[in-house]
C-alpha cells in the first residue's frame, strides 16, 4: 500500500471525528504528508478544515457527516435543502404521473379512434376464439419473460418484459396491459401483482407494476 | 350482540394492524411464515453458547406487497408469549421517522422496545449489583445509598433494590463506571447506567456516529442475553431504498450484532428500488439466512382462512359451525370474485368489520348479503358488480349466484328470463312479433320471434358447463324441425362457431344473473324507467332484438 493510500485509509478509519493534521504529521513522519495532503483536496478524497483551534482532515464520505453533527446552521440549511429537493422530486413525480395519465388517455382515444374505423381490436376480440388463442399464446410467452427476468424472490417489474413481448406479438403497450389484465384475471391464482413501479395495471387506484407466478 | 353471538366485532377497524389486533394469526402462508420466524430465532437460541458473539447474528427479510399482511406478520410475532422466554423484540415502523437519520433511528430503535422489556432488564441488572454490594463492593453499596442508618433502620439491601425497582429512589450512578470497568465495555456500562437511571430510552446525548449507534445496540443485544438469556430481534418495517436506512441497515448487517436478528420488512418495490439505489446493501439482502415469503398471501383460500379465523378466535362459546364458516366463505368468494379491488385482505376485513356491525344493528345472527350489500354501497358507493348492465346489487348477486350452482335451475331460470325480456321488447315494440314453443321443447328451441326488419329468430338457451365441447355438439342439441331464418343459441359452454343461419351467443356469469335479475323484477312488475333503457341494451348485448 503506498503513502498515499496508507494516509488515505487512516483518515476514513477516523469516521466523522477527523484526525488532527499535527497527529498526521506524527504517525506518518517520514511522508511530505502536506504534499500528499494537499494532492487528495485537490482529487476531492479529503476535507482538511479548522476544528477549534487544530487543522483536522476527514475523509469525503465522512465530511458532510461531520459539518451535520459540528454546525448547527449547516445542518439547518442542509435539511431546507432536503426538503426542498424532496418537495421538488414530489412535484416532478406528480407531473410525470400526470404526463404519462395525459399520454395514455391520447393514446387511448387514438386507439378507440383506429378502433372505430378498422373495426378490430383486443377490447373487441374480448370474447372470439381467437382472442383466447391468442391470450395463450401470450401466457407461454409472458410466462417465459417472468422466469427469465424475475428475480430471487420471483418479482419482475412489468416495464422490463413489456418490450420484448410488445415486439413478440406485435401489439402496443395499451394492448399489452389489456392481455395482461386478462390473464391475471382469468389465471387470478397463478399471478401475483404488487403495488410500485412506473407502469402497470391500476387497482384500487394503485400502479400494480410488478408480477410474480406463483 | 354481534353475529354468531360474539360478545365483539372481531374484526378490525383501524386501516393497519395494532399490537392487539396482530394476536390473531391466521392463513396457510401466513403461519408458514411465521414458522418460519420461529424456526431462524429457534436455530439462533440452539447455537448460543455462553458469551453472545458476532457469530450469532441472522438476516431475515419479509417481502410482498402492501396490504398483505407483513406489518401484522411482524407484530404477531413480537407480540408471542411463546416467544417471551427467549427473545426481546424491538418494533421499527419507518414510515414514522422523519427526518431520517442515524440518530432518529436509534432513538427508534430505543422506542421499540417494550415497556415490559426495560422492567425485566432493569430488575436483572439492580439484583446483579445487589449481588455485588452484598460481597461487600463499596462502590455497588453506593448504588443503593446504603449507608450506616440504613444498617440502624434494619433496612436490608433487598429493600433498597425494591425501592429502586418502583422508582422511589434514584441509584447513585456516579460509581458505575469504576464498578463494572473490567468486566463490561465502556458502551455496555452506557447502557446499564442509562437502564438504571431510567433513561433508557433517552440514550442518544452522547452518540455522534453510526459507529457509536452501532456499539450501543450491540451492548444492548449483549446485555439482553448476559442478563435475560434471550436473544434480540430488531424489526424495520416499511424498509425503503433511502440513504440513511441502507446505511443503517448495511452497519447493522456489518457488525454482525451479537445474538441478534434483523428483520427486514418491505414491498417488492423497495427491494427492486434498493437494487438501484445501493448494490452493496441489495447484494446483503440476497443472502439473508431465510427469506420469508408470503406468496399467494392474497389467494381466495388464504383471505377465507385468515378472515374466518378471527371469528373462530373470538367465539368462546364454540358455536360458530361448520355450515356458517362455509356460508360466509361462499359470500366472501362472491366479493372476491366479483370485486377486484378487494383481492387483498386489508380491504376484506375492512368488509366484513362494516358487515359485522351492519348485521349487529339489524339483529341478524349471521352476516347476510343485506349486510355485505349494505357495507359495499355505503362504505364503497362508487362500485357496481364489474360488467353488470342491470346494475345488479351485490346482495341479489349473491342470492341469484348461490342458487345458479346447479345448471338445470340455472338453465331453467335462464330461459324463463330470455323469455321474459324479450316478452318486455314485444311490449315496447322492440320486437314485431312473439312466439312461443309451447308444447315443442323437443325441437331444442324455447322461443321464436320477428324483429323489426321481420326477420323470424329462433331462440335456443343451452346450459351446460362441461359435457359439450364443440359447434357440432351444439347443433346436434338443437335437433330443430322449426323454420326460421336465423338461430341464436345462447349458451355459457364458451363453444364458438356460426354458419349462415346460426350463431353462437356465450354468456358469463355476470350476464346471466343480469337476466334473471332483470327476470324477477319483470315478474313482480318493478320494471321502472332506467331499468327499461338497461333490459334493452341487456338484450342486445347477447344479440336479441
Request: hydrophobic share 35%; proline share 0%.
Given at each position: 500500500m503506498s503513502a498515499e493510500e496508507k494516509l488515505t485509509q487512516r483518515i476514513f478509519l477516523s469516521g466523522s471525528t477527523g484526525v488532527k493534521k499535527t497527529d498526521l504529521r506524527k504517525e506518518f513522519a517520514e511522508e511530505d504528508i502536506d504534499a500528499i495532503l494537499e494532492k487528495a483536496v485537490t482529487q476531492g478524497?479529503?476535507?482538511?478544515?479548522?476544528?477549534?483551534?487544530a487543522y483536522h482532515c476527514w475523509?469525503?464520505?465522512?465530511?458532510?457527516?461531520s459539518l451535520l453533527n459540528s454546525d448547527a446552521k449547516f445542518r439547518i440549511i442542509y435539511d431546507a435543502i432536503k426538503s426542498l429537493e424532496q418537495s421538488i422530486n414530489k412535484t416532478s413525480d406528480a407531473l410525470a404521473k400526470s404526463l404519462e395519465s395525459s399520454t395514455n388517455d391520447i393514446i387511448l382515444s387514438l386507439s378507440k379512434l383506429d378502433k372505430e374505423n378498422n373495426g378490430s381490436s383486443v377490447v373487441d376480440k374480448g370474447l372470439s376464439a381467437d382472442f383466447t388463442t391468442q391470450l395463450e399464446q401470450f401466457k407461454t410467452d409472458f410466462d417465459n419473460s417472468v422466469s427469465n427476468y424475475a428475480n430471487s424472490i420471483g418479482w419482475v417489474e412489468f416495464g422490463k418484459i413489456r418490450n420484448e413481448l410488445c415486439t413478440k406479438h406485435d401489439i402496443s403497450n395499451e394492448e399489452f396491459y389489456l392481455l395482461v389484465e386478462q390473464l391475471v384475471n382469468k389465471y387470478d391464482k397463478k399471478y401475483e401483482l404488487s403495488t410500485g413501479g412506473y407502469e402497470g395495471i391500476t387497482i384500487r387506484g394503485l400502479v400494480h407494476g410488478f408480477v410474480r407466478c406463483i | 350482540m354481534y353475529p354468531y353471538d360474539l360478545q365483539q366485532n372481531p374484526y378490525p377497524s383501524s386501516p393497519t394492524p395494532t399490537i392487539a389486533d396482530a394476536k390473531i394469526l391466521g392463513g396457510k402462508r401466513h403461519n408458514e411464515g411465521k414458522f418460519a420466524?420461529?424456526?431462524?430465532?429457534?436455530?439462533?437460541?440452539?447455537?448460543?453458547?455462553?458469551?453472545?458473539?458476532?457469530?450469532?447474528?441472522?438476516?431475515?427479510?419479509?417481502?410482498?406487497?402492501?396490504?398483505?399482511?407483513k406489518t401484522h406478520l411482524s407484530l404477531h410475532i413480537k407480540g408471542?408469549?411463546?416467544?417471551?422466554?427467549?427473545?426481546?423484540t424491538s418494533y421499527i415502523d419507518l414510515s414514522q421517522i422523519s427526518p431520517r437519520d442515524m440518530n432518529s433511528l436509534y432513538r427508534a430503535t430505543l422506542s421499540g422496545f417494550t415497556g415490559g422489556y426495560i422492567k425485566e432488564i432493569k430488575e436483572s441488572l439492580v439484583y446483579f449489583?445487589?449481588?455485588?454490594?452484598?460481597?461487600?463492593?463499596?462502590?455497588?453499596?453506593?448504588?443503593?445509598?446504603?449507608?450506616?442508618?440504613?444498617?440502624?433502620?434494619?433496612k436490608t439491601l433487598a429493600n433498597k433494590a425494591q425501592e429502586i425497582l418502583s422508582d422511589k429512589i434514584v441509584p447513585d450512578c456516579s460509581a458505575i463506571h469504576s464498578l463494572l470497568r473490567g468486566e463490561f465495555s465502556p458502551n455496555e456500562i452506557s447502557i446499564f447506567k442509562r437502564i438504571l437511571e431510567g433513561n433508557f430510552q433517552q440514550d442518544t446525548h452522547d452518540i455522534l456516529t453510526l459507529e457509536d449507534i452501532i456499539g450501543r445496540i450491540a451492548a444492548i443485544a449483549t446485555l439482553n442475553w448476559k442478563f435475560l438469556r434471550k436473544i434480540t430481534i430488531l424489526q424495520l418495517d416499511e424498509c425503503d431504498s433511502e440513504k440513511q436506512t441502507l446505511d443503517f441497515i448495511k452497519a447493522v448487517v456489518n457488525a454482525h450484532l451479537p445474538s441478534t436478528i434483523l428483520m427486514l420488512v418491505l414491498t417488492p418495490s423497495s427491494y427492486e428500488e434498493i437494487q438501484k439505489e445501493n448494490v452493496s446493501v441489495f447484494d446483503?439482502?440476497?443472502?439473508?439466512?431465510?427469506?420469508?415469503?408470503?406468496?399467494?398471501?392474497?389467494?381466495?383460500?388464504?383471505?377465507?382462512?385468515?378472515?374466518?379465523?378471527?371469528?373462530?378466535?373470538?367465539d368462546d362459546k364454540e358455536i360458530f359451525t361448520a355450515a356458517e364458516e362455509k356460508d360466509i366463505a361462499a359470500k366472501i368468494k362472491v366479493i372476491y370474485d366479483e370485486f377486484q379491488d378487494f383481492r387483498n385482505i386489508r380491504s376484506m376485513i375492512n368488509i366484513l368489520y362494516h358487515s359485522m356491525e351492519d348485521a349487529k344493528k339489524r339483529g341478524t345472527k349471521t352476516i347476510d348479503e343485506q349486510a355485505i350489500d349494505n357495507t359495499i354501497r355505503n362504505a364503497y358507493p362508487g362500485l357496481r358488480i364489474q360488467g353488470s348492465i342491470m346494475g345488479v346489487p351485490l346482495s341479489e348477486f349473491i342470492k341469484i349466484h348461490r342458487s345458479s350452482s346447479d345448471d338445470r335451475r340455472l338453465e331453467s331460470d335462464v330461459r324463463n328470463a330470455v323469455i321474459n325480456l324479450l316478452s318486455y321488447a314485444y311490449e315496447n315494440g322492440s320486437v314485431a312479433r312473439l312466439e312461443e314453443i309451447d308444447?315443442?321443447?323437443?325441437?331444442?328451441?324455447?322461443?321464436?320471434?320477428?324483429?323489426?326488419?321481420?326477420?323470424?329468430?329462433?331462440?335456443?338457451?343451452?346450459?351446460?358447463k362441461d359435457r359439450i365441447k364443440t359447434f357440432e355438439q351444439i347443433s346436434n342439441r338443437i335437433k330443430s324441425t322449426v323454420t326460421a331464418d336465423k338461430f341464436i343459441i345462447l349458451t355459457n359452454t364458451y363453444v364458438y362457431g356460426a354458419t349462415d343461419k346460426a350463431s353462437v351467443v356465450n354468456m358469463d356469469n355476470r350476464k346471466m344473473v343480469d337476466l334473471i335479475y332483470f327476470s324477477s323484477k319483470y315478474r313482480n312488475h318493478e320494471i321502472m324507467l332506467d331499468d327499461s333503457q338497461r333490459a334493452l341494451m341487456l338484450a342486445k348485448s347477447i344479440k336479441l332484438c
Open positions: 478524497d479529503i476535507y482538511i478544515d479548522k476544528k477549534g483551534t475523509h469525503k464520505e465522512y465530511y458532510l457527516q | 420466524v420461529l424456526s431462524c430465532i429457534d436455530d439462533l437460541y440452539q447455537k448460543m453458547t455462553g458469551i453472545a458473539t458476532d457469530k450469532d447474528f441472522r438476516l431475515v427479510t419479509v417481502i410482498q406487497d402492501v396490504g398483505s399482511g408471542l408469549k411463546e416467544l417471551s422466554g427467549n427473545a426481546v449489583l445487589k449481588d455485588k454490594a452484598e460481597r461487600n463492593i463499596k462502590t455497588a453499596n453506593k448504588v443503593f445509598h446504603f449507608g450506616f442508618f440504613d444498617s440502624v433502620r434494619r446483503r439482502l440476497e443472502k439473508a439466512n431465510y427469506k420469508i415469503d408470503l406468496a399467494g398471501s392474497n389467494t381466495l383460500e388464504e383471505i377465507i382462512e385468515i378472515l374466518l379465523e378471527y371469528i373462530r378466535h373470538n308444447g315443442k321443447h323437443g325441437s331444442g328451441i324455447d322461443l321464436i320471434y320477428n324483429d323489426q326488419t321481420g326477420t323470424k329468430i329462433a331462440v335456443a338457451v343451452l346450459i351446460d
